[in-house]
C-alpha cells in the first residue's frame, strides 16, 4: 500500500481553513474551479489544432467532448485556479492572521484572478448554451415564447452594412443653414461638456482611489479598495442612459447577436479595472500619458486583428509619443519617493489597460459592420458589462461590502454617484461632438482635455513635474497635435483618389 501522508497539525490548519468559511468554499471556489478545469481539458485540443482560434472553434463542437483523460500537466494547470479561487475563502476564516489577510486582500493580482474566475462562470455556460442551440439548428426548429430572445441573443438578423467606410461613426450632421453663431456656440457647448464631465471624473477617480475617508484626528480612516465595484456603478448608470435613449429616439434595425458584445464588454470591464487600480501605484499625470500613447498599441492590434496598414506620419508621431513617455516616466523629482515593486505593479496595470482597450477598440470596429448607432454600442456593451460586475461581486460577496461602505461613508457615496454620471454624460457628449463635428474636431478638444487634466491633478494633489518631465509631456502633445492635423491633410488628399484606389487605413 503506498505510505499515507500524516495529519499534521499544519495539515489540519489548512483543511480547517478552506472548509470553515461560512459556507463560502461551495459558492465560489467548487463552481469557478470546475468551470476553469473543463476550459483547461480542452484547451489542448483547441490550440494545437492547425489554423486553431475562436472564429474555427465557434463552429465546431465544444473540444472538451472529445478529449483525452486530463494528463497531469492538465492538473498542475487545474491545481493553480483552484488555489487561487480558493483564496478568498480564507480571508474569511477566522484562522488567518490580519496581516496574512491584507497581504493577500490587498494584492492586485490576486483580485485580477479572483475576478476572472467569476467572469468565467459567467462566460463558459454561455459559451456552451450558443454551441447547443447552434447544433440544434435552433432557428428552424425552435419554438415557444423564448424563441425571439435566443434569436435576438445567439442569431441577431445577421443583417450587415455593405458600404460603410467608417462604421464607428455615424455620418455628420453638414451644417447647411445654421449660422456661424449657432455652430459656435454649439461647438462651445461641445467643448465644455467633454471638458466638464471628464476633468471632473478625473478628479473624483484620483480622489477615491487614493484618498482615504472617514479621517479624524484619532483615526486615519479607511480606502475604498474594490475597483470592480465603481466599474459596475459606472456601467449600471451607463446602462441605464443609453437604454432610455434608445427607447426615446429613433433607432436603426439592430441585427447583431447580443453575445458578440460579451467579447468588448469583457475586455472594456478589463481596461476599466486596470485603470483604476493602476492608480494605487502611478500618478495620475503617469496614466493619463499612458492614454495618449495607447495609440501604439492599438496600430499593434490593427496590424494583428484588422490587417491594418498605415501611414509614415502615424509610425512618427506613435515614436515622439514613445519618447515623449519615457523622458516624463525616467524622470524623478527630488521628492519623490519611488518604489521598485509599486512601480512595476503601475506599469503592468498600464500595459494591461492599453491592451485590453485596444483590443475593445478594434473589436467595437468589427461590430460596427452591422448597421448600429454608437449608442446601441454603449447599450449592448453595457449589459454584458453589468451582468459580468454584478456576477463575479455577488460570488465574491464584495457587493455588500461595498455598499456597507458606502452606508458609512456618505461623501464616498456621493463621489461614486458623481463619477458614475460623468462617465456616461461624457459618453453621449462623444457622440454628439463626433456627430455634429467630426472626429478631428473632437480629438482636438479630448486632447486639450488630458493637458488640463494633468495641470488640475497637479495643483489638486501637489504631484511634481521636472523639467524633462515637462519636456516629456509637451512632445507627447505635439505629437498628438501632428496626428490631428496630418489626419485632417490626408482627408482631403484621400477626396481627390481615383475611384480604382484604395486609400490607407488610419487610426
Not at 483547461?40 to 489554423?51: C, E, Q, T, V
Not at 452606508?407 to 456616461?424: G, K, N, P
Not at 496626428?483 to 475611384?499: C, E, G, L, Q
Amino acid at each position: 500500500m503506498p505510505e499515507q501522508t500524516p495529519l499534521t497539525e499544519a495539515n489540519i490548519n489548512v483543511w480547517h481553513v478552506l472548509f470553515n468559511s461560512r459556507g463560502h468554499f461551495l459558492l465560489h471556489v467548487l463552481p469557478s474551479s470546475l468551470l476553469l478545469l473543463g476550459w483547461n481539458l480542452g484547451a489542448a485540443s483547441w490550440w494545437s489544432r492547425p489554423g486553431g482560434g475562436w472564429r474555427r472553434h465557434a463552429e465546431r463542437s465544444w473540444p472538451c467532448t472529445s478529449s483525452p483523460p486530463p494528463t497531469s500537466s492538465s492538473l498542475h494547470r487545474f491545481c493553480l485556479p483552484l488555489v487561487l479561487a480558493s483564496l478568498p475563502t480564507m480571508a474569511t476564516g477566522e484562522e488567518i492572521t490580519p496581516a496574512l489577510q491584507g497581504s493577500w486582500g490587498d494584492f492586485w493580482l490576486f483580485r485580477f484572478f479572483v475576478n476572472a474566475a467569476g467572469y468565467a462562470s459567467i462566460v463558459i455556460p454561455g459559451f456552451l448554451l450558443i454551441q447547443y442551440f447552434k447544433r440544434r439548428n435552433y432557428l428552424e426548429t425552435g419554438r415557444g415564447i423564448c424563441f425571439p430572445v435566443i434569436k435576438s441573443c445567439v442569431f441577431g438578423s445577421e443583417v450587415k452594412s455593405v458600404h460603410q467606410e467608417d462604421g464607428s461613426l455615424p455620418p455628420r450632421a453638414e451644417p447647411t443653414e445654421s449660422s456661424t453663431a449657432r455652430q459656435v456656440f454649439k461647438l462651445l457647448f461641445c467643448a465644455a461638456g467633454l471638458q466638464a464631465s471628464y476633468l471632473t471624473w478625473g478628479v473624483l477617480q484620483e480622489r477615491v482611489m487614493t484618498r482615504t475617508y472617514g479621517a479624524t484626528e484619532t483615526d486615519p480612516g479607511e480606502k475604498f479598495k474594490d475597483s470592480q465595484f465603481l466599474v459596475f456603478m459606472n456601467r449600471i448608470l451607463a446602462f441605464t442612459v443609453a437604454g432610455l435613449y434608445c427607447a426615446l429616439t429613433k433607432q436603426p434595425r439592430h441585427g447583431a447577436p447580443m453575445y458578440k458584445y460579451s467579447f468588448a464588454s469583457l475586455s472594456n470591464i478589463l481596461s476599466s479595472w486596470c485603470q483604476y487600480e493602476a492608480l494605487k501605484y502611478i500618478s495620475f499625470p503617469t496614466q493619463v500619458l499612458a492614454k495618449a500613447s495607447k495609440v501604439i498599441p492599438v496600430m499593434m492590434m490593427g496590424k494583428l486583428v484588422s490587417r491594418k496598414s498605415y501611414e509614415y506620419w502615424e509610425y512618427l508621431t506613435a515614436a515622439l509619443i514613445s519618447v515623449g513617455v519615457s523622458m516624463f516616466l525616467l524622470s524623478s523629482a527630488p521628492n519623490r519617493h519611488v518604489s521598485t515593486v509599486t512601480t512595476f505593479s503601475g506599469i503592468v496595470l498600464l500595459a494591461g489597460y492599453i491592451i485590453f482597450d485596444s483590443f475593445t477598440s478594434n473589436w467595437q470596429d468589427a461590430l460596427f459592420t452591422y448597421k448600429m448607432s454608437p449608442v446601441q454600442m454603449m447599450f449592448g456593451v453595457n449589459v454584458f458589462s453589468c451582468l459580468f460586475t454584478v456576477g463575479s461581486l455577488l460570488e465574491q460577496g464584495a457587493l455588500l461590502e461595498s455598499l456597507r461602505f458606502m452606508a458609512r461613508h456618505s461623501e464616498f457615496t456621493a463621489h461614486a454617484v458623481l463619477l458614475s454620471v460623468c462617465s456616461a454624460c461624457g459618453q453621449l457628449f462623444i457622440f454628439y461632438t463626433i456627430n455634429q463635428f467630426g472626429a478631428a474636431v473632437f480629438t482636438i478638444i479630448m486632447t486639450l482635455r488630458q493637458a488640463f487634466a494633468i495641470l488640475l491633478s497637479c495643483l489638486i494633489y501637489g504631484h511634481t513635474v521636472t523639467v524633462v518631465g515637462g519636456l516629456g509631456v509637451a512632445v507627447v502633445f505635439m505629437a498628438l497635435f501632428l496626428r490631428v492635423y496630418a489626419r485632417s491633410r490626408m482627408k482631403k488628399r484621400s477626396k481627390k483618389i481615383p475611384p480604382g484606389e484604395t486609400p490607407v487605413q488610419k487610426v
